[in-house]
């Protein structure tokens, strides 16, 4: 069936590194990605989108790529600081509208 | 306000308990979202109200019952629970329903049923 999922479940990286979170998805008709962020005890913050026209975005810190040819997703976070530790999840829209979320990786920073 | 108000945040309820979840939002939002998350889990679309009217059910026990008293306002509820109903319970809103996607999430209720 149709799913959205994520390459690794945890990713551990070094205070100051840049991070890469993947994530693929089968929808080809998914035409509107986003990443959330979800800090524990929290609910999931947006934390950048991309429209299936558009190949990269970019924000503060964060990159969205997306790659429709293979069917991928990532979220780069440049100079990754302990207040990124987090789940990541990605999710995506189709032609019904309905968000799904991925399965989501852990991001644990080291100091 | 950019904010989705949930109360309470923590909820323990018996099996033989009836409670209510409730949900505010003050963006002039018109679509509003339940969604369930187990712990280490994604989370799932439970309902969407649109303008008010229920337009997803997404096949949730009849035990979970949404209400929409108004446009700013989401109430889920609770009866006859049973323990795998422990969960996070999200409320989100956004703007129309096709703006599922940059919907604004509420913190969430923790619900163990015990």
Redesign the interface.
Known sequence: GESVGLHLPTLSVQEGDNSIINCAYSNSASD???WYKQES??????II?IRSNMDKRQGQRVTVLLNKTVKHLSLQIAATQPGDSAVY?C???GAN???T????ITLSVRP | DTEVTQTPKHLVMGMTNKKSLKCEQHMGHRAMYWYKQKAKKPPELMFVYSYEKLSINESVPSRFSPECPNSSLLNLHLHALQPEDSALYLCASSQDRLGQGEAFFGQGTRLTVV
């Open positions: 509107y990605f986003i005890g929290k609910g999931p913050q947006f989108d999840f999710a995506e829209t509208s309905k968000l979320f991925g399965k989501g």
